[in-house]
């Protein structure tokens, strides 16, 4: 899983779609079904601060089991949105593309847990 959404693996400005993670989860044998319950992003500079990730990761489990509007879960996200590179001539800067990708160096990146009947 990890390898798919690496970095070698991934284009800039690539977004990531739910059902490329569920497509991708489906292909790993033995596993007969996918329940994602938080597709969502985490910055680099709150992935390198330990206490900051440890609150966005928690921040995240809470919308995972809340609903928006009462109709509509607020996660999993269908689609996370990456930037390509642009250049905004008003301010003459450059802002670079991004890049999503699945890490195992940040905690609680992926987690699968079987279903047990």
């Known amino acids: 899983m990890f390898e798919k959404f690496s970095f070698e693996r991934q284009e800039l400005g690539e977004d990531v779609v739910l059902s490329r993670v569920i ?66 001539s008003t301010i003459n800067q450059l802002f670079p593309a991004q890049l999503a990708i699945l890490s195992p160096q940040v905690p609680d990146t992926l987690i699968m847990k079987e279903l047990k009947s």
């Open 23 to 88: 497509g991708t989860i489906q292909q790993v044998p033995g596993v007969d079904y996918v329940d994602v319950d938080i597709l969502d992003s985490v910055s680099e500079t709150e992935a390198q601060n330990p206490d900051i990730l440890n609150k966005k990761l928690q921040q995240l489990a809470k919308l995972g089991m809340s609903r928006g509007d009462g109709q509509l879960p607020v996660q999993p996200k269908q689609r996370i949105p990456v930037n390509l590179a642009v250049f905004d």
